[in-house]
């Protein structure tokens, strides 16, 4: 156990609609990242939070947005919903600034129909 | 040319057999490297961390790294049917929370160890 939280673990929704993706990070973890694996594309970077603020953007869909709260936690916000935006999400947590690497959470599956 | 080239396998072994795992990558500003286990339906979890080139074992576990071939190593030895997942290589430009820190993931090999 990584000791970060994703929730819900499986997402069911209809092409069109919109769902909010919730990470908890480590306890002490100021750091947020965000991944999308699909089985074409791999792992791929979304977007990393630090201590609130958006610090870097990797291929992140405009329909896609996320943000980081005063508590650390971080919401990814997925809308306009496409049948390809079916993957599993994960969010990884870091202390920050000279850490090393990243820990992953369980992932959220994300199915559109 | 993708940043990072893995072999998605699959490779498929007999227990005790010594499993080398590989990566290549284009972008000669990688300076970290490392490699997660992701077993099904799970998140990755780091196994390997190395920033030099060189080997560094850990256990049944070893990390080669050549930078000047850009190419990084893990091989397994005695494996066993608990090391079957999905073996993911990873590279990032700069520690910390930087923007370069977004790591950099190889597509994954999935491994099957037998009994």
């Known amino acids: 156990d990584s000791g970060v939280t994703q929730t819900p673990k499986h997402l069911i929704t209809a092409t069109g609609q919109r769902v909010t993706l919730r990470c908890s990070p480590r306890?002490?973890?100021?750091?947020v990242y965000w991944y999308q694996q699909s089985l074409d594309q791999g792992l791929q970077f979304l977007i990393q939070y630090y201590n609130g603020e958006e610090r870097a953007k990797g291929n992140i869909l405009e329909r896609f947005s996320a943000q980081q709260f005063p508590d650390l936690h971080s919401e990814l916000n997925l809308s306009s919903l496409e049948l390809g935006d079916s993957a599993l999400y994960f969010c990884a947590s870091n202390p920050g600034q000279g850490s090393d690497t990243q820990y992953f959470g369980p992932g959220t599956r994300l199915t559109v129909l | 040319q993708k940043e990072v080239e893995q072999d998605p396998g699959p490779l498929s072994v007999p227990e005790g057999a010594i499993v080398s795992l590989n990566c290549t990558y284009s972008?000669?500003?990688?300076?970290?490297f490392m490699w997660y286990r992701q077993y099904s339906r799970k998140g990755p979890e780091l196994l390997m961390y190395?920033?030099?080139?060189g080997n560094k074992e850990d256990g049944r576990f070893t990390a080669q790294v050549d930078k000047s071939s850009k190419y990084i190593s893990l091989f397994i030895r005695d494996s066993q049917p608990s090391d079957s997942a999905t073996y993911l290589c990873?590279?990032?430009?700069?520690?910390?929370?930087?923007?370069?820190?977004?790591?950099?993931f190889g597509k994954g090999t999935l491994l099957t160890v037998n009994p």
């Open positions: 306890s002490g973890d100021l750091s």
């Open positions: 990873a590279m990032t430009i700069s520690r910390g929370g930087g923007s370069n820190y977004k790591l950099t």
């Open positions: 972008n000669s500003a990688f300076q970290y």
């Open positions: 190395t920033y030099s080139s």
